[in-house]
C-alpha cells in the first residue's frame, strides 16, 4: 500500500489531469473541482469528481 501511495504522490498532476478530463467528457456541463490545497488532494478531488459524474451519467 505504501508504495502504491508514494506513486500515486508522484504522479499527482498527471491523475488529476485524466480525471478532470474524464469528468468533461463523461459530463455535458462539468463543475471542475478548485484547488483542494495540495497536489495529492486536488488529485483524490479530481477522481472524486470524475467517479460521481460518470455514476450521474448513467
Known amino acids: 500500500?505504501?508504495?502504491w501511495l508514494c506513486r500515486f504522490n508522484g504522479d499527482t498532476d498527471e491523475v488529476r489531469s485524466l480525471f478532470t478530463a474524464v469528468l468533461v467528457s463523461a459530463m455535458d456541463d462539468p463543475v471542475v473541482p478548485g484547488a483542494?490545497?495540495?497536489?495529492l488532494a486536488d488529485a483524490v478531488v479530481a477522481v472524486l469528481a470524475a467517479?460521481?459524474?460518470?455514476a450521474g451519467s448513467m
Open 51 to 54: 467517479a460521481s459524474g460518470l
Open 1 to 3: 500500500m505504501r508504495d
Open 36 to 39: 483542494a490545497g495540495s497536489r
